[in-house]
């Protein structure tokens, strides 16, 4: 069984930047696909970024391509969501989540098995 933790600040100033961390546990979580998604009370589960761990591949959704960016450090076993720009509609709960294995469709939630904790993130004026 593997442990998905999340960590990052979640109270977030318009214009800035949002930066979110992922980990696994006990395994490298470089093994894994992982990606990033965010969820509202109004609006289904998304997802946002992507990233093919023993490839570094990465993928990301077009409503946020040119502001977001997902990557990997390996000694750290972590990893990186970076989202900039930020508006009021990026205030959303946004979550981790890993596979082991392939994948057919990389930014839909129903493929992935292992899911961080999930972070509110507030963005402010």
């Known amino acids: 069984q593997v442990h998905i933790l999340q960590s990052g600040e979640g109270s977030v100033q318009a214009g800035g930047s949002l930066r979110l961390s992922c980990t696994a546990s006990?395994?490298?979580?470089?093994?894994?696909?992982v990606a990033w998604f965010r969820q509202t009370s109004t609006q289904e589960r998304e997802g946002l970024a992507y990233?093919?761990?023993?490839?570094?591949?990465?993928l990301y959704h077009n409503s946020v391509q040119g502001r977001v960016k997902i990557s990997q450090d390996n000694a750290m076993n972590t990893v990186y969501f970076q989202l900039d720009g930020l508006k009021s509609d990026d205030t959303a709960i946004y979550y981790c989540?890993?596979?082991?294995?392939?994948?057919?469709?990389?930014?839909?939630?129903?493929?992935?098995?292992?899911w961080g904790q999930g972070t509110q993130v507030t963005v402010s004026s």
């Open positions: 989540a890993a596979k082991e294995g392939r994948l057919l469709y990389p930014l839909l939630p129903g493929e992935y098995t292992y």
């Open positions: 006990p395994d490298a979580i470089s093994r894994y696909r």
């Open positions: 990233i093919n761990g023993p490839t570094g591949h990465t």
